[in-house]
């Protein structure tokens, strides 16, 4: 069964750094998202992507933040300035049918030092 | 976005019925509800979604109030696999929007 993969599991970086996360979206979907979870609350949408532009954003989305999708393949979101308060899991998520059935990834724990 | 409010935390016995509430009473006529699980140390799943009517799929059910104010999901025989935290979210558009979500125990 396809599925939604993303790289790294884990990423430890110095607050003020730049990181990027990558995912890989089931290859025949059009419609791919970023989420992040905080430890112990729940899952916040961040952005949703299509035909190669951004279609929603959160609030929580600022400036900081971008996503991009380089290739036919990847779709990876960057933090241009890490702070504290980012480290949480990413999820990245993709379908077919817009909003509707989403298929997650597995997560990158991202942990701001 | 319909703010949408769940009980923290429900229990049920193996191979019995489970019936999970949220309320969102500020949904609009034409955000979709859906809902979706997370077991531990791993991304959610897709489970159900609907806007009106109630729908069926192999996984579960989901029964949507006349008002849309409230919905059901329904798990028709719980299994141990079947515990989890189970999320009722809703949709504006492209934008998405889960819930605080049910931590489901499932008793053997």
New interface residues.
């Given amino acids: 069964e396809p599925e939604?993969t993303q790289t790294p599991s884990h990423q430890v970086t110095q607050m003020g750094q730049e990181v990027i996360l990558r995912c890989v979206p089931i290859s025949n979907h059009l419609?791919f998202?970023w989420?992040r979870q905080i430890l112990g609350q729940?899952?916040?949408?961040l952005v949703?992507f299509?035909n190669n532009e951004i279609?929603?954003k959160?609030e929580i989305f600022d400036d900081q933040f971008s996503v991009e999708r380089p290739d036919g393949s990847n779709f990876t979101l960057k933090i241009r300035s890490t702070k504290l308060e980012d480290s949480a899991m990413y999820?990245c998520?993709s379908s077919s049918q817009?909003?509707?059935?989403?298929?997650?990834?597995?997560?990158t724990r991202l942990t701001v030092t | 976005d319909a703010k949408t409010t769940q009980p923290n935390s429900m229990e049920s016995n193996e191979e019995e019925p489970v019936h999970l509430p949220c309320n969102h009473s500020t949904i609009s006529g034409t955000d979709y509800i859906h809902w979706y699980r997370q077991l531990p140390s791993q991304g959610p799943e897709y489970v159900i979604h609907g806007l009106t009517s109630n729908v069926n799929n192999r996984m579960a059910s989901l029964a949507i109030a006349e008002d849309r104010k409230s919905s059901t999901l329904i798990l028709h025989r719980a299994t141990l696999r079947d515990a989890a935290v189970y999320y009722c979210a809703s949709n504006t558009g492209n934008q998405f929007y889960f819930g605080t979500g049910t931590s489901l125990t499932v008793i053997p």
Wanted: aromatic letters at 32%; charged letters at 15%; a negative charge.
């Fill in positions: 939604v419609y998202y989420y729940k899952v916040e949408f949703s299509y279609s929603e959160s999820f998520a817009g909003v509707h059935e989403q298929y997650f990834g597995p997560g």
